[in-house]
């Protein structure tokens, strides 16, 4: 085996480059990094408790970045992220949603929405069992058209009494990064 020593390799036809063959195994080593995976890529979650109205479907306000790869995710006005790479994305969506001070979680929906409309969603009813609390948990891959195209997190809560919310810190995270194309 021989190592190859270049700072710049460019394909002859000027459209694209193929390293190795079917079959063949292309190890990257420790430090390197691809451009066109992963990123761009973001996670929020949520810095205070939002409340919100019983049995009404709500956009969970993400307003603090953990990562923002490209500055594709608005944590200040929408709350959502619109990727400038088209490509498919793996979305992931903890929601903690509480009853609040006295109410009982009857149901409780955490939601991920594409342009607008529901993409996928986790339902939790308690059958009137005495829950105060619960996680939503849901992730789904979706194709982004790298312009256009946009991700949000929605829930929403039925609650007896009391006045039920979103959870903040680390019982709410929302995310997503590329996978391919």
Do not use: W
Not at 30 to 53: H, R
Not at 98 to 124: C, D, P, Q, W
Not at 161 to 168: C, I, K, M, R, T
């Amino acid at each position: 085996m021989a190592t190859l020593f270049v700072d710049k390799i460019d394909p002859q036809s000027g459209t694209s480059l193929t390293i190795g063959s079917s079959g063949d195994t292309v190890a990257l080593t420790s430090g390197v990094l691809q451009s066109n995976l992963m990123y761009p890529a973001f996670d929020a979650y949520i810095t205070s408790n939002q409340t919100i109205s019983g049995g009404t479907v709500t956009k969970a306000s993400f307003n603090n970045e953990v990562l923002d790869t490209d500055g594709c995710y608005d944590a200040s006005t929408n709350y959502r992220f619109t990727p400038t790479v088209a490509g498919k994305y793996y979305i992931y969506l903890n929601l903690g949603v509480n009853g609040g001070a006295a109410g009982r979680l009857f149901s409780a929906y955490g939601m991920i929405y594409k342009n607008g409309s529901e993409v996928t969603k986790y339902h939790l009813n308690t059958q009137n069992e005495n829950i105060y609390y619960a996680n939503m948990p849901t992730f789904v891959i979706v194709d982004m058209n790298g312009s256009s195209d946009y991700i949000e997190a929605y829930g929403e809560a039925s609650v007896s009494g009391g006045s039920p919310n979103f959870q903040s810190g680390a019982f709410s995270r929302f995310g997503g990064y590329r996978i391919g194309s």
